[in-house]
């Protein structure tokens, strides 16, 4: 397949993004940045998107599994981890977040950078729509991840989640804690318009 898309840069790897696929923007990146891979260790890259987490975190890990529910983004970061010479350590699953890992197959660390902005209840399911939109209070896949993801997570393992104010940093702790994970936010960046966004780290 041709590479074609927007030509997204990030330190030295190269990510090609259709227009149905998420843009890398403020968000990845400030996730991207603060990734704290270690050597040999599993990650469960959710809502991959072009591939930029998972690409990245592919570098130092064991095994990554990528997945999202857009079949388009699926396809993009394939080709983004051919691009970025990792397809030997990363694995993609289509589908709606847990459903595709079988085997109850655990993970070391779990990465979402969530579609976290409240939306109207009927924002459309346009892929682009899904990649943001977080029903009416930005908290409709923030809290059924934290629900599932526990399931997903070795002993230790930790889950790094970002998302917006606007969608209630302490109703992520009380939803982390509610299922067994101290949470707590490791960075923040203000972007303009009056939102800021925040990576939440949750451990066991
Ligand atoms: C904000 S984008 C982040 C994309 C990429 N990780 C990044 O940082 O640029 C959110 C992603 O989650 C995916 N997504 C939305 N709902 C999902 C679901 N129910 N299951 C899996 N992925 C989902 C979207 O398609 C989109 O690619």
């Not at 709606?96 to 924002?123: G, T, V, W």
Request: proline content about 4%; glycine content about 8%.
């Amino acid at each position: 397949m041709p590479l074609s898309g927007k030509k997204v840069f990030f330190a030295n790897y190269v990510f090609y993004v259709p227009e149905n696929v998420y843009e890398p923007s403020e968000d990845s990146f400030l996730f991207a940045e603060n990734l704290d891979i270690r050597e040999g260790e599993t990650v469960l890259d959710m809502g991959t998107g072009c591939g930029i987490l998972g690409v990245i975190a592919a570098e130092k890990a064991a095994k990554v599994v990528a997945v999202d529910i857009n079949p388009y983004a699926v396809r993009c970061a394939k080709r983004n981890a051919e691009v970025n010479g990792v397809t030997d350590k990363i694995f993609f699953l289509q589908g709606d977040l847990f459903a595709p890992i079988k085997n109850e197959e655990e993970f070391d660390l779990i990465l979402f950078n969530a579609p976290y902005l409240p939306s109207e209840i009927d924002e459309g399911d346009a892929w682009l729509s899904r990649a943001w939109a977080g029903g009416a209070s930005g908290r409709r896949m923030i809290d059924r991840f934290i629900c599932e993801v526990p399931c997903y997570l070795k002993m230790n393992g930790r889950v790094l989640l970002l998302q917006s104010v606007l969608s209630g940093v302490d109703e992520t702790s009380q939803e982390f804690r509610k299922h067994g994970l101290r949470a707590e936010v490791i960075t923040k960046r203000d972007l303009p318009l009056f939102e800021t966004i925040v990576l939440v780290r949750a451990t066991c």
